[in-house]
Structure formats: structure tokens, C-alpha cells
């Protein structure tokens, strides 16, 4: 069983499409988060939920919307895409609070052409 | 921005060396992670230590925390061609919910 998920795995759109990418994870834990890797292997944070509640939320243009119905799912939409978003985007989640790693989906490659 | 500097940028050596990867960041943490991340997939958790420890290992893995120097360090005994991978330390910031910022990894090949 996976543990967490993303679909989909590859995605190749054209600018100015809006596109979504979802997120589950079956552990039970409470907060979820979205970070984006860079052509470099930067790796930023740009959103975290807990319970629901967005916690986090970085700099980030506001074509990027996350939802999350449920404290299993969350969910990255991104309205008029740039070529600036290419990237690999993960998922995570973890407990909320206290020492703890994070379990990491396997990716999701953007490709905006 | 990056909360951790990692150094080297890339590390390659032979099968049955040790690997030292080093991880420098800048404010108070909680605790500091290193994760493992194979090309094309995504990370894996490999270790932890809390900012009042100095020490951890786990199997052929042994970090090392410097609070005073706000460094860290990552040793791989005995590699193999299997560590061949992007190792990424992250600290953990102090108080509220858990948020990891990452340092910008290290490349580690290991030949046979």
C-alpha cells in the first residue's frame, strides 16, 4: 500500500492551462504539505495543511490554490500555467507537532511547454 | 530561501569507502532530518536527531549535530552502489507545527 500518492505522475500542458495535481496519504497524519523541487534540486515549501486548516503558506503566486477536503487529502491547482512552473512538485505528510519525519509522495514532473 | 548549506555539492567514491556529507543552517531548530532521494523518485526519511543530541546512528548511518556551529554531518560506512543517490539534510524550526526547510543536497556516487 502506498502510503502517500499523487496523480498524476507525469503532466505536460501548455501555458495559460489550468491544471491539478491531488495528494492522498493512508498513515493517519494530520498535516500534509506541497513542496516544489527546482531544475537545481531546490526543494521549497509551499503550502501545509493541518486538520483542513492551511498553516503554511509561502510566497507563492496566487495561480496556485491548494485544497484539502479532508485531513487525507490535499489537492495543488494551478490556474495559467508558465513555463516558470515547470518543476517536480511533491507531497508529504506528517504528524503535526514534535519530532517527526515526513513521508514523501513520489512526485509529480510538471512540464509547461 | 535555503535554511541549510550542504557540502560537498557532489561526492564520488568506490564501493566499500565512507561517504561524509556536511550541512551547515542558520537558525534555531528543533531537530534536523536527513533524507535520502533517488533519481526520478521522491524522499526518504532517513534519520533524525533532536537539537539536545549530538549523535545518531542507524545501521551504517551516523550523523553528528553541532548546535553551537549549527553544522551537522552525515556518514555513510561501507557504501555501495545502492547509496548512489541526492542526500538532503533539513531542519526542523522551533515551536508550532512541524516545517522542514532543505538544504540543497548533496550528489553521492558510489561506484563498483
Known amino acids: 500500500d502506498t502510503a502517500v500518492s499523487q496523480t498524476p505522475k507525469y503532466l505536460v500542458t501548455q501555458m495559460g492551462n489550468d491544471k491539478s495535481i491531488k495528494c492522498e496519504q493512508n498513515?493517519?497524519?494530520?498535516?500534509m504539505y506541497w513542496y516544489k523541487q527546482d531544475s537545481k534540486k531546490f526543494l521549497k515549501i509551499m503550502f501545509s495543511?493541518?486538520?483542513?486548516?492551511?498553516?503554511i503558506n509561502e510566497t507563492v503566486p496566487n495561480r496556485f490554490s491548494p485544497k484539502s477536503p479532508d485531513k487525507a487529502h490535499l489537492n495543488l491547482h494551478i490556474n495559467s500555467l508558465e513555463l516558470g512552473d515547470s518543476a517536480v512538485y511533491f507531497c508529504?505528510?506528517?504528524?503535526?507537532?514534535?519530532?517527526?519525519?515526513?513521508?514523501f509522495g513520489s512526485g509529480t514532473r510538471l512540464t509547461v511547454v | 530561501s535555503q535554511q541549510g548549506e550542504e557540502d560537498p555539492q557532489a561526492l564520488s567514491i568506490q564501493e566499500g569507502e565512507n561517504a561524509t556529507m556536511n550541512c551547515s543552517y542558520k537558525t534555531s531548530i528543533n531537530n534536523l532530518q536527513w533524507y535520502r532521494q533517488n533519481s526520478g523518485r521522491g524522499l526518504v526519511h532517513l534519520i533524525l536527531?533532536?537539537?539536545?543530541?549530538r549523535e545518531k546512528h542507524s545501521g551504517r548511518l551516523r550523523v553528528t549535530l553541532d548546535t553551537s556551529k549549527k553544522s551537522s554531518s552525515l556518514l555513510i560506512t561501507a557504501s555501495r552502489a545502492a547509496d548512489t543517490a541526492s542526500y538532503f539534510c533539513?531542519?526542523?524550526?522551533?515551536?508550532?507545527?512541524?516545517?522542514?526547510?532543505f538544504g540543497a543536497g548533496t550528489r553521492l556516487a558510489v561506484h563498483p
Open positions: 536527531i533532536r537539537s539536545n543530541e
Open positions: 498513515l493517519g497524519h494530520d498535516t
Open positions: 495543511y493541518n486538520n483542513k486548516e492551511l498553516i
Open positions: 508529504a505528510s506528517s504528524q503535526a507537532t514534535g519530532d517527526y519525519g515526513y513521508t
Open positions: 533539513a531542519t526542523g524550526r522551533t515551536g508550532g507545527y512541524n516545517k522542514l526547510i
